[in-house]
């Protein structure tokens, strides 16, 4: 079952965009749906009102954006002023998981819908931010109830990044939008055509739809479910 926090039931590139990810993660190392992912997100209170130790974001307190519950756990975005310097916290029985997430690094703005998570046999989450140029994202996913970070950034240069159900898999896929015929920001590419590329949680290629002529010409937009037996080579 997919929990997203605007969406009730819950894209890097081709070549070029190829590129931009390996630059990316040098600095370490979602979906975009009806909102717009820089939507002004407000805080709530500072972390350790919640209920642990003070957490700072950056140079400023923490404060909650947004939380999920995810099976026994419920799952928390933390970020300091401006969307900046986030942390994923798991509140689990017992005990709390805190882990930092790569994105101020990478520019992006968290805001109150930054964050969607599924559960099922493989649980994760992402947690995805807007630019300038791109959305960007960072998966954790939970193995024998340890929560870790895929080591890599995951980059739409075409305005839409999630965790979607993929037929054929036990477990989601990541999905980005992509312009497989052109480079550079929405902008630059506008009138190009959009295809979705789908990696596995460990961050293996499931393959490419075909191109569409905007996000809103793919089947069952926004309401994304991808066929995996659909999927082609992203050459």
Avoid at 4 to 24: C, D, H, N
Avoid at 123 to 144: I, P, S, W
Wanted: some cysteine; proline content about 6%.
């Amino acid at each position: 079952m997919a929990v997203g926090a605007s969406r009730p039931a819950v894209v890097t590139a081709v070549v070029a965009l190829v590129v931009t990810v390996l630059v990316l993660a040098s600095a370490v190392l979602l979906r975009l749906q009806r909102d717009p992912m820089n939507a002004a997100g407000q805080l709530g209170p500072p972390a350790a009102a919640a209920g642990s130790a003070d957490l700072t974001c950056g140079e400023s307190p923490c404060g909650v954006l947004t939380s999920l519950p995810v099976g026994e756990v419920t799952v928390e975005l933390l970020a300091g002023d401006g969307g900046e310097h986030g942390i994923v916290r798991v509140l689990a029985p017992g005990s709390d998981i805190v882990l930092e997430t790569a994105l101020a690094d990478l520019g992006a703005e968290l805001t109150q819908r930054s964050l969607v998570c599924t559960e099922g046999d493989t649980t994760a989450c992402l947690v995805r931010g807007a630019r300038d140029d791109a959305v960007v994202g960072e998966v954790f996913v939970a193995r024998d109830d340890k929560w870790e970070a895929v080591e890599r950034p995951y980059v739409s240069n075409a305005g839409y990044l999630d965790l979607v159900p993929t037929t054929g898999h036990d477990s989601p896929g990541i999905v980005l939008a992509t312009y497989p015929n052109c480079t550079g920001s929405a902008d630059d590419c506008d009138g190009a055509a959009v295809a979705l590329r789908i990696f596995a949680l460990d961050g293996t290629s499931r393959g490419c739809t075909k191109g569409y002529p905007t996000l809103s010409d793919l089947p069952d937009w926004p309401d994304i479910n991808v066929n995996g037996g659909e999927l082609r080579s992203c050459g």
